[in-house]
Nanobody, 125 residues
Framework: QVQLVESGGGVVQAGDSLRLSCTAS????????MAWFRQAPGKERGLVAT????????LHSDSVKDRFTISRDNAKNTVYLQMNSLKPEDTAVYYC??????????????????WGQGTQVTVSS
């Protein structure tokens, strides 16, 4: 059974940094399309960043393009989300998601085959 496990969340002050990790229990990870989503209370789960098997990455929100970076280490079956200059508006549960093939619509939840349980990020003023 494939599992995605997120880690690295926590409570930080505005301006601080965090690095989230998502580790997959699958040998085929190096071919997967990976994504980070986030969901704040009362809000829909929204796409933050994606990265393809070849390491080509995309940030999908203007609010994070100058602050967040997605990367992957295929040798460790892990994808990362480096978050710098955190703001209170970044507070959310962050979820890792994987598509074993490809995502035609990466912002759609149903495009993803596997999901982690999420890790809470709280940014205080």
């Amino acid at each position: 059974q494939v599992q995605l496990v997120e880690s690295g969340g926590g409570v930080v002050q505005a301006g601080d940094s965090l690095r989230l990790s998502c580790t997959a229990s699958a040998r085929a990870f190096n071919t997967w399309y990976m994504a980070w989503f986030r969901q704040a209370p009362g809000k829909e789960r929204g796409l933050v960043a994606t990265i393809g098997w070849n390491g080509v990455s995309t940030l999908h929100s203007d609010s994070v393009k100058d602050r967040f970076t997605i990367s992957r280490d295929n040798a460790k079956n892990t994808v990362y989300l480096q978050m710098n200059s955190l703001k209170p508006e970044d507070t959310a549960v962050y979820y890792c998601a994987a598509n074993s093939n490809a995502a035609r619509r990466p912002d759609r939840l149903w495009e993803y085959d596997y999901w982690g349980q999420g890790t809470q990020v709280t940014v205080s003023s």
